[in-house]
């Protein structure tokens, strides 16, 4: 498996348009696309910062969705959410899963 933690701010008073961005992503999910699961989440202690953390099959099959023509058009909203409620470019980490575990 292979991950991607991806770091950012939200705008004064965006946070509550977060939940949209996540349904806008979800919405342009395809079938097969190799990701396995994704968490949004907000610093407790600063709630501008959102920490996404997105788990794939593998990195090959990551950098394949990111091209995916099917995606492309159902990602044209959630970057305008993103644009308008996010400071500046969002940071990638990438990640190898060394495990992964739940009940």
Do not use: C, Y
């Not at 806008?24 to 968490?39: C, D, F, Y």
């Not at 305008?80 to 980490?93: D, N, S, V």
């Amino acid at each position: 498996m292979w991950a991607q933690m991806i770091t950012t701010r939200l705008k004064p008073g965006r946070e509550d348009d977060l939940p949209t961005l996540v349904a806008q992503l979800r919405a342009a999910e395809q079938p097969g696309s190799g990701l396995v699961h994704s968490t949004a989440t907000r610093d407790t202690k600063d709630p501008s910062r959102v920490i996404m953390f997105v788990v794939f099959e593998s990195e090959e099959k990551a950098r394949e969705r990111e091209n995916d023509s099917r995606r492309q058009e159902g990602l044209q909203a959630a970057s305008a959410t993103m644009t308008e409620i996010f400071e500046g470019a969002p940071e990638f980490t990438d990640l190898t899963v060394v495990d992964d575990w739940s009940l």
